[in-house]
T-cell receptor, first 109, second 114 residues
Framework: ELKVEQNPLFLSMQEGKNYTIYCNYS?????LYWYRQDPGKSLESLFV?????AVKQEGRLMASLDTKARLSTLHITAAVHDLSATYFC?????????FGAGTRLTVKP | EPEVTQTPSHQVTQMGQEVILRCVPI?????FYWYRQILGQKVEFLVS????????KSEIFDDQFSVERPDGSNFTLKIRSTKLEDSAMYFC????????????FGPGTRLLVL
């Protein structure tokens, strides 16, 4: 059964600092997604990673995928308050898709 | 900018009733999805749809659920005989291609089953 674990579940960080969110999954996958959700809002698609070693960057966020380790990371560089949100990873495998529990990120001044 | 729209924004129904949630995907998109999120918790994938057929579905998407693209614009999720545990936020999304392309999400329909 496909299981997806994210950590940490809660992350409070200072503006300007760097941090990484981790997403581990239990079986082989064919795609991995990162999403952002602001409180009370819908989901926003951030990245889709398809192959081992894939790295994508958008602004202060960078996502990477290691399919051998079954691990994806979302790295935050020089955090700013606007990045405060909940971040979900999701893994697609065998005609199914499972989400992690989400990481609630709070960036403090 | 094109966007995915969903109606209604809120739906209250009695247990055992049928509901239909509607979505209008972005016009040139070919892939459509339904997800749900219970009380701001984990998001769950329900189904993906392409070329008038289901592409993938989760174990949640059992015979109680069905999807349809009845015309060129709408994409609907029907829930038969609703249960209390179907109460959730239901999000529709669409994308141009299957993988490697951004999914665009609608604002969601909040379903409450009493």
């Amino acid at each position: 059964e496909l299981k997806v674990e994210q950590n940490p579940l809660f992350l409070s960080m200072q503006e300007g600092k760097n941090y990484t969110i981790y997403c581990n999954y239990s079986t082989t996958s064919d795609r991995l997604y990162w999403y952002r959700q602001d409180p009370g809002k819908s989901l926003e698609s951030l990245f889709v990673l398809l192959s081992n070693g894939a790295v994508k960057q958008e602004g202060r966020l960078m996502a990477s995928l290691d399919t051998k380790a079954r691990l994806s990371t979302l790295h935050i560089t020089a955090a700013v308050h606007d990045l405060s949100a909940t971040y979900f990873c999701a893994v697609g495998s065998n005609n199914d898709m499972r989400f992690g529990a989400g990481t609630r990120l709070t960036v403090k001044p | 900018e094109p966007e995915v729209t969903q109606t209604p924004s809120h739906q209250v129904t009695q247990m055992g009733q049928e509901v239909i949630l509607r979505c209008v995907p972005i016009s040139n998109h070919l892939y459509f999805y339904w997800y749900r999120q219970i009380l701001g918790q984990k998001v769950e994938f329900l189904v993906s749809f392409y070329n008038n057929e289901i592409s993938e579905k989760s174990e949640i998407f059992d015979d109680q659920f069905s999807v349809e693209r009845p015309d060129g614009s709408n994409f609907t999720l029907k829930i038969r005989s609703t249960k209390l545990e179907d109460s959730a936020m239901y999000f529709c999304a669409s994308s141009e291609e299957w993988t490697g392309k951004t999914q665009y999400f609608g604002p969601g329909t909040r379903l409450l089953v009493l």
